[in-house]
C-alpha cells in the first residue's frame, strides 16, 4: 500500500510516500535503527545551534525559516526521503 502525495515524483508516489512505504514493510529493527540515526542527529544540531545561539533564539530560527523558506525546505525534505529510504533499503536485503 502506497501513501500518495500531490507531487508524483517517481512511479508510485513522491519520496515521502516511498519512505513510508518501506519503513512499514522493512525488517523492523533496521527502521528503529535508522529512525534512532535521524533522532540522534536531530538532538545533536539542536544541541550545538542551542549551544551557539541560546535555545530561545533557536526555537525563533525555526519559527522563521519554516514559512521563509518552505520551498527549500520542501525539497531538502524530499533529499531527506530520498536518502533515509535508499539507507533502510540498503541494509533490508
Given amino acids: 500500500?502506497?501513501?500518495e502525495d500531490e507531487e508524483d515524483i517517481f512511479t508510485g508516489?513522491?519520496?515521502?510516500?516511498?519512505f513510508f512505504d518501506i519503513v512499514y514493510n522493512a525488517n523492523r529493527n533496521l527502521v528503529e535503527s535508522e529512525l534512532?540515526?535521524?533522532v540522534e542527529r536531530i538532538c545533536i544540531l539542536e544541541m550545538i545551534l542551542g549551544e551557539k545561539i541560546g535555545e530561545e533564539a533557536l526555537e525563533?530560527?525555526?519559527r522563521?525559516?519554516?514559512y521563509a523558506l518552505s520551498s527549500e525546505l520542501e525539497s531538502c525534505k524530499?533529499?531527506?526521503y530520498?536518502?533515509?529510504t535508499a539507507n533502510i533499503l540498503t541494509q533490508n536485503e
Fill in 64 to 66: 522563521k525559516r519554516s
Fill in 1 to 3: 500500500m502506497f501513501f
Fill in 13 to 18: 508516489g513522491s519520496p515521502k510516500a516511498k
Fill in 78 to 80: 524530499s533529499d531527506k
Fill in 36 to 38: 534512532d540515526k535521524m
Fill in 60 to 62: 525563533e530560527e525555526v
Fill in 82 to 84: 530520498i536518502e533515509y
